[in-house]
């Protein structure tokens, strides 16, 4: 009796102190977890290929350490999501270029963070369905991210358009003073034609006389010039090119007139 009672007793202690190696295991395992999602993120983080590759690998070896901490652990819920992180790891070790290998940290990061609520959950005896209300705060915290992403660029949009408008309205008025300006300078050409046409007619008119009077039979063939312009003709061209046209107008009137003295015979 005396030594069935020793044996319960031998069994009793041998089980609970199974059941704290085991406690410990997970206690350890879920501390070693950390390295893993921080030597992945510095991976992430890295501005060039070969820290990218290194820091994925000291992930993957923390990773290792990890999975032979829960050989001794019954976390069930760490299976699936430190197996699915170790594939991801090594295919981040030895990616084909700098953006694949950022993918599969990003991949290996998202089951890491899986990793680590499972282990959560199994060192302080949370039931299974705390994974689901855990599940539904990430959703709602990504939905809440998100909508302030998208208020921000519907900020940066509302700033857009008072720019678009801004400049809309500063060309408006730009084109209305330069329509002014345009304006004034074809009241300005109508004054210089009406002015240039009636001297050159007052010129024409005056060799015409000089030749009456030197009663040059060649007086007739001195015809008026073809100089008076239309307004549409103005609208074509500025102020400089209007005062041109009047010149040539007149130097062709007197190379005209100087033509026809020297043919000009008593």
Request: glycine share 2%.
């Amino acid at each position: 009796m005396k030594q069935s009672f020793v044996l319960c007793l031998f069994c009793i202690l041998i089980t609970k102190s199974y059941g704290s190696f085991a406690t410990d295991d997970c206690t350890d395992a879920q501390s070693n977890s950390s390295y893993i999602l921080s030597h992945a993120k510095r991976a992430l983080n890295s501005d060039n290929f070969e820290h990218q590759t290194y820091y994925a690998d000291r992930s993957l070896q923390a990773l290792q350490k990890t999975k032979s901490l829960l050989g001794n652990c019954s976390c069930k819920e760490a299976k699936d999501p430190i197996y699915e992180a170790e594939i991801s790891l090594k295919k981040a070790i030895a990616p084909k270029d700098w953006d694949q290998g950022r993918f599969y940290t990003k991949k290996a990061i998202e089951h890491i963070d899986a990793l680590m609520n499972a282990m959560y959950n199994c060192t302080s005896g949370v039931p299974t369905n705390v994974e689901k209300s855990s599940e539904l705060d990430t959703t709602q915290e990504q939905l809440l991210a998100k909508q302030k992403e998208l208020e921000a660029q519907q900020a940066a949009l509302k700033k857009q358009q008072e720019n678009l408008a801004k400049e809309m309205a500063k060309q408006k008025e730009i084109a209305a003073e330069n329509a002014k300006k345009r304006a004034k300078e074809l009241q300005t050409q109508k004054q210089h034609r009406q002015k240039m046409e009636a001297a050159l007619a007052q010129y024409e008119n005056a060799i015409k006389a000089v030749y009456e009077a030197m009663d040059c039979k060649d007086a007739k063939a001195m015809v008026l010039s073809n100089y008076k312009r239309m307004e549409e003709d103005l609208t074509k061209e500025g102020i400089d090119q209007t005062k041109l046209y009047y010149k040539q107008r007149a130097m062709a009137i007197s190379q005209k007139a100087l033509e026809h003295l020297g043919n000009c015979t008593q």
